[in-house]
């Protein structure tokens, strides 16, 4: 079964510093990988994905995700992080056929002055 | 433009009461989902729907029902709610499969089940 994993509940990094957000997936074949972001009170919203071709994706409000396939992992990253960055984060992959997608369990970003 | 659009934002039921959630979007998406959110557990779906007329079970879909009548709707129902019930509850919309393209999600609505 195609899945995602976030292994980390919180990443707390101070503002200026770059930051790593960390996914790693299950999927058989070619993966299909997403990135979400949520804002307090509101809705997620889409950020990037990886379908095939380059392994670094480049995404709303300057996030970037590296793919590694050799590592199975799809890294949410950005070089220099914002307070306004502050928010929960989710990868997700599609799943039955394609036509849903699963998330992972989210991962909680707190950028600090 | 209002995308999704989901009534109401917040909602206190007692245990056994029924109540439908609302889901409307205006951009004539095909596919539609409903998740619904617990901390820590990330976003479990519901049921979605790939066209008017067609639905399909999602990873929890006991205790929920839903119809898919016209292409913009795709209400969400509780028939006797339980605590169990208590969280937050997400609708989305794409135009084409999910595996091929982003979701819109609407705001959510609380809902909490006493």
């Known amino acids: 079964a195609q899945s995602v994993a976030q292994p980390e509940d919180q990443v707390n990094v101070a503002e200026g510093n770059p930051l790593t957000v960390k996914c790693t997936y299950s999927?058989?074949?070619?993966?299909?990988l997403f990135w979400y972001v949520q804002y307090p009170n509101r809705g997620l919203q889409f950020l990037l994905k990886y379908i095939t071709g380059d392994n670094l994706v480049k995404g709303s409000y300057g996030f970037e995700a590296e793919f590694n396939k050799s590592q199975t992992s799809f890294h949410l990253k950005k070089p220099s992080a914002l307070v306004s960055d502050s928010a929960l984060y989710f990868c997700?992959?599609?799943?039955?056929?394609?036509?849903?997608?699963?998330f992972g369990t989210g991962t909680q970003l707190k950028v600090e002055l | 433009n209002a995308g999704v659009t989901q009534t109401p934002k917040f909602r206190i039921l007692k245990i056994g009461q029924s109540m439908t959630l609302q889901c409307t979007q205006d951009?004539?998406?095909?596919?539609m989902y409903w998740y619904r959110q617990d901390p820590g557990m990330g976003l479990k779906l519901i049921y979605y729907?790939?066209?008017?007329?067609?639905?399909d079970k999602g990873e929890v879909p006991n205790g929920y029902n839903v119809s898919r009548s016209t292409t913009e709707d795709f209400p969400l129902r509780l028939e006797l709610a339980a605590p169990s019930q208590t969280s937050v509850y997400f609708c989305?919309?794409?135009?084409?499969?999910?595996?091929?393209?982003?979701?819109?999600f609407g705001s959510g609505t609380q809902l909490s089940v006493l």
């Open positions: 999927v058989s074949g070619n993966p299909y």
């Open positions: 729907s790939v066209g008017a007329g067609i639905t």
């Open positions: 951009m004539n998406h095909n596919y």
């Open positions: 989305a919309s794409s135009y084409v499969r999910g595996a091929n393209e982003k979701l819109f």
């Open positions: 997700a992959v599609p799943t039955g056929g394609g036509n849903k997608l699963t």
